[in-house]
């Protein structure tokens, strides 16, 4: 996640904002954050979803799905999770299993129950074909319009990610 920790810590300093305005802004201690920015943690997806709009970044953007850096509107998580997966005719065993994921671990997520991190939003967002923002706020790209590009770079640097 190297590569997201240094986009997050570049889009930071190139609005002029400092860790301390960040932890303030996030309401965490400097050193949570701090690991945020090393990569050594990621945030969860309410926190990533905070961060997004104290850096008026899409996601997309922050996760480098894509270049788009319009302000979002308030975000509805996960919203489309299920209507995807229903319009695509996918029983939720079959999503979990196509993506190696406990099959619990998807029903809490399509729930709401709990949150994917960051390498699972992705892995959705490839597995759907459509981008991390359709998921969790049912804007930008629609299913099916995920650039190829986004889509072979997801697969190099995360399928081997495991998912919690």
């Given at each position: ?80 999770l ?31 129950i709990c ?50």
């Amino acid at each position: 996640m190297k590569e997201v920790s240094d986009r997050l810590r570049s889009i930071r300093i190139s609005k002029g904002l400092k860790v301390a305005d960040m932890t303030k802004l996030l309401n965490i201690t400097d050193r949570g954050y701090r690991f945020y920015e090393s990569g050594e943690r990621e945030p969860n997806i309410k926190c990533l979803i905070k961060i997004c709009q104290i850096l008026s970044v899409s996601a997309d953007e922050l996760l480098g799905i894509t270049g788009d850096d319009e302000p979002r509107k308030e975000p509805t998580m996960l919203k489309h999770l299920q209507k995807i997966r229903k319009e695509k005719g996918i029983s939720m065993r079959k999503a979990a299993m196509d993506m190696g994921l406990n099959y619990t671990t998807y029903v809490n997520w399509e729930k709401g129950i709990c949150e994917p991190n960051i390498a699972g939003l992705k892995k959705l967002a490839d597995y759907f074909g459509c981008t991390v923002d359709y998921l969790v706020k049912g804007e930008a790209s629609a299913p099916g319009t995920i650039p190829e590009a986004a889509k072979d770079h997801i697969m190099r640097r995360f399928c081997n990610t495991e998912v919690i």
